[in-house]
């Protein structure tokens, strides 16, 4: 069995507040649920689904009490899901609380998983070093917000992309030579890993450019263009200069 609509998700979460003692009534001044126990005052919305709207409402409850639960039913799955654990992280942001409401055959019943604390969550200090170290290291803004129409370019593209202007130029040619006339520090790395197939190893520590990547300097011939003078350096959380983000 499975919510046809909001109204079933009502009776389960009603009683769930009626066994904490709080006297409950649905449909109050635009509130799905309002449950009263002494001086406390909680309010829940209810969503089949969790959803933007949802928030929104719980959002705006908030100037009524700071106890707002969001009442959904949960995904099949919940365990493991990354949608899901992302819920959760949202309404701890928030300080909303949220409940479960997990239908298994005829029956109907509900929990609590988050009650409505704020939180402020630690802040990643690894993705914080990445993002930073990544935009120190770009050249320029190049990618618009939300393109999609090629491949984004990123600090490590760019050092390929003077990797391979560099053999366009010289012909094959070694390592020591490339990261000379480029001034890309980490020249060899970018060169072994190969990551976007525009070099060929023709001797030991000599290269040459592919066809791709040949193919490559016509594709971001306007940022080769612009790529004039050696890169800008940032320290990368890898060690090595921050090999993600290709």
């Known amino acids: ?7 079933d998700l009502y009776l389960p979460v009603k009683r769930l507040l009626e066994d904490l003692g709080f006297a409950v009534k649905g449909e109050v001044n635009g509130c799905d649920l309002v449950a009263v126990r ?23 409850r908030l100037r009524l009490t700071d106890a707002v639960y969001l009442a959904v039913e949960p995904p099949r799955r919940a365990c493991g899901n990354r949608r899901w654990s992302q ?26 998983l988050l009650d409505p604390e704020p ?18 290291r770009r050249s320029g803004d190049r990618n618009p917000g939300g393109s999609t129409r090629r491949p984004l370019v ?16 010289t012909g094959p040619a070694p390592v020591r030579l490339i990261r000379t006339e480029t001034g890309v ?7 072994q890993d190969n990551h976007y197939g525009w070099f060929a190893r023709v001797a030991r520590g000599v290269y040459q450019l592919t066809p791709a990547g040949e193919a490559a300097l016509r594709a971001f011939a306007d940022v080769v263009a612009d790529l004039s003078g050696p890169p800008e350096t940032a320290p990368g959380p890898s060690g090595r200069n921050g090999a993600r983000g290709r």
């Open 1 to 7: 069995m499975e919510a046809r609509r909001e109204t």
């Open 38 to 60: 002494g001086e406390e005052l909680v309010v829940v919305e209810l969503k089949r689904t969790f959803n933007l709207d949802l928030v929104l409402q719980g959002v705006e």
């Open 87 to 112: 819920v959760k992280a949202l309404c701890q942001r928030l300080g909303l609380g949220l409940i479960a409401v997990q239908f298994t055959g005829d029956r109907a019943s509900a929990s609590v």
């Open 119 to 136: 939180r402020r969550p630690r802040t990643a200090r690894k993705q914080r070093a990445r993002l930073l170290a990544e935009f120190a």
């Open 154 to 169: 990123t600090a490590y593209r760019e050092d390929a992309l003077r990797l391979a202007a560099c053999l366009q130029r």
């Open 185 to 191: 520090q980490r020249a060899a790395r970018v060169l």
